[in-house]
């Protein structure tokens, strides 16, 4: 049964009072934003509206924006108005709780399945509407030079852009007859949720109107048009004013906003600073930078160099990494650089690298690193060529624990293998690269133009090479990719193999090469689960790390024993080399 709109029980708000909340954005930021707000019960003894806005201080506002939101506690329920402001209040405390490596996208999804779980467990999981704690919520965030818009119920997103007001959003409801307004969907309804949600760029002069049905349902759009048009801090009480007029009889809530200017902050000041420094020279034993004395060179590549270092500050060992020349005037490869940094101090796990801070008087570009005794996999690889599979299930447990760190924070690794894990000498396994670092929440807070393909063709995912959006089963892949080499020594897809330029056409170009072709003792069932890990076509991959080590631990009574495959299906390399000697042979035959 869902809810009927006409019916209320309301109790008190305490979110907003009539006039509602106004403040303007501070220092650089001193009027590019408005925000005004306001909220009565109108001609019903109680106000099952809520509305607020949050205007945060300059750090808190480059990470998670601006934010206004209206809720209306569905008629038909009798917590309609304890759900509303729960729903308000839960969604300004966790949003603003979120990781900043998250997505806007990522976070208010995450944030509203947990308050839709919250409010439909206070309902008891009841089936009878009458009983629930259900709300519409409408919110906007203002992030960047971009609006981020949720919405779900009939509450109303609305923008005057140039004079010429659009609404945002659509209602998720179904008008049964003239005044009783049937709603298809709101929180705290199911256990399931299915929230609408929009990004639109930000140009100066926009008007936006949070609203109501006690206002929208009332007021022609041409009222509205003309009332903000005249924005100004009373803008919010002439709308409920004027709906009342019109003979509103239910809660008005009204939160309006103008962009005065897009002079928003945009990233991380570290980050942007980041940018400006030059690239540090090529370092020698003995020399100093910034107070760290350089002990010596432990890697150069053409993309990095790698220093042993102490802190004369700490006395404490660190690794410098800094950039190649090669790349100073290669925008792509600074922001890939400045993206590990920016990654790597908001990770904390014991399986990845720990990335510092940077001293405020750094007069080049490079990362500080914990310094790591020990050796790459590479190098265990290569004293253990055939480990047992306990061994190879202990790594990769330890590899997964620290995978799931950068999928918690909605990170994709995108460069994993064995030349960028070590194993400390206490036999602990450690993410030592984060070059190759992606993500939606790290774009959206740095700002990155372009993306860079992998290096390590090898072991990036074919997606990566394909035009296929990279996600946390592109490093499932390289993980497959590295368990399979563990086990076997072998690489499970040999075309791929080496360093010359790969140009895939289809998934279906890629053909696995079972496991036990290589090394007889593995079972099939471990066979079969290397072969979902790393399948070239993410969908068929494993959708959870901790599937992947289920499998490999206990046989999956899915995977079937294989049957008689043809020899070209299960070696095709020997059946192209026998085709190869019988053709020989039967030329020689000919020609003697």
Same mark, same amino acid.
């Given at each position: ?41 109108? #001609? ?21 924006? &601006? ?21 308000? %209040? ?13 997505? @806007? ?22 089936? !009878? ?6 709300? @519409? ?22 923008? $005057? ?12 409801? #179904?008008?049964?007859?003239?005044? #009783? ?33 006690? *206002? ?8 509205? +048009? ?95 990494? @800094? ?29 990845? *690298? ?8 750094? &007069? ?11 050796? @790459? ?6 004293? %253990? ?27 994709? #690794? ?10 400390? %000498?206490?036999?602990? $396994? ?14 959206? +807070? ?16 074919? !997606? ?22 563990? $086990? ?19 998934? +279906? ?54 049957? %008689? ?28």
């Amino acid at each position: 049964m869902s809810p009927d709109k006409e019916q209320h029980t309301k109790t008190p708000v305490g979110i907003q009072n009539a006039l509602g909340a106004s403040k303007n954005l501070q220092s650089k930021e001193l009027h590019a934003l408005q925000i005004f707000s306001a909220t009565c019960s109108g #001609h019903r003894q109680h106000n099952d509206d809520a509305c607020a806005v949050r205007l945060p201080e300059r750090l808190e506002l480059k990470r998670y924006g &601006a934010l206004a939101a209206v809720a209306d506690g569905v008629a038909s329920a009798e917590a309609g108005g304890e759900a509303a402001r729960a729903a308000i %209040n839960g969604f300004f405390s966790d949003y603003y709780s979120t990781p900043e490596t998250w997505s @806007t996208r990522h976070a208010v999804a995450r944030v509203l399945h947990s308050l839709n779980s919250w409010l439909y467990r206070q309902s008891g999981g009841s089936v !009878e509407i009458q009983r629930g704690w259900l709300t @519409t919520f409408s919110a906007l965030i203002f992030k960047g030079t971009s609006a981020h818009m949720v919405h779900i119920g009939d509450t109303r997103i609305y923008r $005057l852009r140039a004079g010429k007001l659009e609404c945002l959003t659509r209602d998720h409801s #179904h008008q049964l007859s003239p005044g #009783h307004t049937f709603l298809s969907r709101a929180l705290g309804m199911d256990v399931h949720i299915e929230v609408d949600y929009r990004c639109e760029a930000l140009q100066t002069g926009d008007i936006y109107l949070l609203s109501s049905d006690g *206002i929208h349902d009332f007021l022609p759009e041409t009222s509205i +048009q003309k009332r903000l048009s005249e924005f100004d801090k009373t803008t919010p009480q002439q709308l409920i004013d004027a709906a009342l007029k019109s003979g509103s009889k239910d809660n008005l809530s009204a939160v309006v906003a103008r962009v005065n200017n897009l002079d928003f902050p945009q990233c991380d000041e570290l980050a942007m600073h980041s940018r400006t420094l030059p690239f540090a020279p090529d370092l020698s034993p003995g020399q100093k930078l910034d107070g760290f004395l350089i002990l010596q060179e432990l890697y150069a590549s053409k993309r990095s160099h790698l220093y042993l270092a102490q802190d004369h500050v700490t006395g404490e060992l660190r690794a410098l990494k @800094t950039p190649s020349v090669n790349y100073c005037d290669d925008p792509n490869y600074i922001e890939r650089f400045i993206a590990e940094e920016w990654t790597g101090r908001r990770i904390n796990h014991p399986g990845v *690298i720990k990335l510092y801070a940077p001293r405020a008087e750094r &007069a080049c570009l490079y990362h500080v690193l914990e310094y790591i005794e020990g050796q @790459t996999l590479r190098q265990w690889m290569q004293l %253990n060529p055939q480990p047992e599979v306990s061994q190879v299930r202990e790594l990769l447990s330890q590899l997964v624990s620290a995978l799931r760190s950068l999928q918690r924070l909605e990170i994709v #690794h995108g460069d994993l293998k064995p030349e960028n894990i070590m194993i400390r %000498n206490n036999g602990r $396994l450690v993410i030592i690269d984060l070059g190759g670092v992606d993500g939606p929440g790290l774009r959206e +807070q740095l700002h990155f133009t372009e993306i860079d393909t992998p290096g390590s063709k090898n072991y990036a995912a074919p !997606e990566f090479f394909y035009g296929d959006s990279a996600s946390h089963r592109s490093d499932i892949f390289s993980l497959g990719v590295i368990a399979y080499e563990l $086990l076997t020594g072998k690489y499970p897809y040999p075309e791929r193999l080496g360093n010359l330029h790969y140009h895939l056409k289809s998934y +279906q170009q890629l053909r696995y090469t079972n496991a036990y072709v290589h090394r007889k003792d593995i079972p099939h069932w471990i066979d079969s689960a290397l072969q979902k890990a790393c399948a070239p076509n993410p969908k068929q991959r494993y959708d959870s790390l901790s599937e992947f080590i289920q499998d490999l631990q206990h046989p999956n009574p899915t995977f079937k024993p294989a049957q %008689n495959h043809p020899l070209l299906e299960k070696n095709p390399i020997l059946f192209w080399q026998l085709i190869a000697l019988i053709l020989l042979l039967s030329h020689l035959l000919y020609v003697f």
